[in-house]
C-alpha cells in the first residue's frame, strides 16, 4: 500500500498504529510534507510537517515505543551518515541531530535519503 502526503510519495507503511498515531497528533493547520520508514531499532517511522518532525522510535529502555516530537526550532541539523568505506554522497541513513542527541533514520534507498534530507533541510533554512 502507498500513501500520498501532500504530493510527496511515501513508501508503503505495514505498521498502521503508527500511522494512525502520526495522523491523530496533527494539529489543525498542520500539513504532512512526507513519511519516511525506517528499520525497526531506532525511529522507525518519521513525519515531516510544515510544523515539526514527529518520530515514532523505538527506545533503549525496555524496547517500548515513543512518538517524539520536535519543532524545527530544536533540530541543529541533519547529515548523511556513513560507515567507513562508504560514500557520504551514496548514504542511505540520516542524522538528525536535536540540541545535543542525534536521531538516525535508515531509508531503504539513496534518493529516498535524499529526499528526507533536502526537505529537512529546506525547513532549517527556508522557513
Known amino acids: 500500500m502507498d500513501l500520498t502526503c501532500a504530493g510527496v510519495q511515501t513508501p508503503a507503511i505495514d505498521d498502521r498504529t503508527d500511522l494512525g498515531v502520526i ?6 493547520g498542520e500539513a504532512l510534507d512526507g513519511i519516511y520508514r525506517g528499520c525497526e531499532t531506532g525511529v522507525r517511522l518519521l513525519a515531516v510537517t510544515n510544523r515539526r518532525l514527529l ?6 529502555c525496555d524496547d517500548r515505543r515513543a512518538l517524539t516530537s520536535v519543532p524545527y ?3 541543529t541539523s541533519v547529515s548523511y551518515l556513513a560507515t567507513a568505506g562508504e560514500s557520504v554522497a551514496s548514504s542511505t541513513t540520516v542524522g538528525i541531530r536535536v540540541l545535543y542527541t542525534l536521531y538516525e533514520l535508515g531509508c531503504k534507498a539513496e534518493d529516498q535519503a535524499r529526499e528526507l534530507h533536502d526537505l529537512i533541510t529546506w525547513h532549517l533554512v527556508c522557513t
Not at 495522523?23 to 489543525?28: K, P
Not at 518520530?55 to 533503549?60: A, D, K, N, R
Request: without cysteine; glycine residues 0%; aromatic residues 14%.
Open 55 to 60: 518520530m515514532v522510535e523505538t527506545t533503549s
Open 23 to 28: 495522523y491523530d497528533s496533527l494539529f489543525d
Open 73 to 75: 526550532a530544536r533540530v
